[in-house]
Nanobody, 121 residues
Framework: QVQLVESGGGLVQAGGSRRFRCAAS????????MGWYSQAPGKQRELVAR???????SYADSVKGRFTISTDVAKKTVYLQMNSLKPGDTADYYC???????????????WGEGTLVTVSS
């Protein structure tokens, strides 16, 4: 089983910054990608940023130029640096990884419990 532990949520003023950290642990045979998703009240969960094991990144249009995703592959840790935060960024943020474990012989998505960011105007 794969576990994801997130940190970095909290209250921040508009224009401020926040840094998320998510560490994966457990039985991981191969880590394919890690990323962050957001879910605002009453809305569906959507991709914020994703990085593959090869270093390829993708971002939601709404965060391009403001957010940066990075990873420490050896530590199985992903970071999300969020700058120029807006009230519209207020949401629960969930860490995700796509990985293969020795126990389940296929790629699967795993999720953290989420961390709330509230951006005040």
């Amino acid at each position: 089983q794969v576990q994801l532990v997130e940190s970095g949520g909290g209250l921040v003023q508009a224009g401020g910054s926040r840094r998320f950290r998510c560490a994966a642990s457990g039985s991981i045979f191969r880590l394919n990608a890690m990323g962050w998703y957001s879910q605002a009240p009453g809305k569906q969960r959507e991709l914020v940023a994703r990085i593959t094991s090869g270093g390829n990144t993708s971002y939601a249009d709404s965060v391009k130029g403001r957010f940066t995703i990075s990873t420490d592959v050896a530590k199985k840790t992903v970071y999300l640096q969020m700058n120029s935060l807006k009230p519209g960024d207020t949401a629960d943020y969930y860490c995700n990884c796509n990985a293969r474990s020795p126990v389940i012989p296929r790629d699967m998505d795993y999720w953290g419990e989420g961390t709330l960011v509230t951006v005040s105007s």
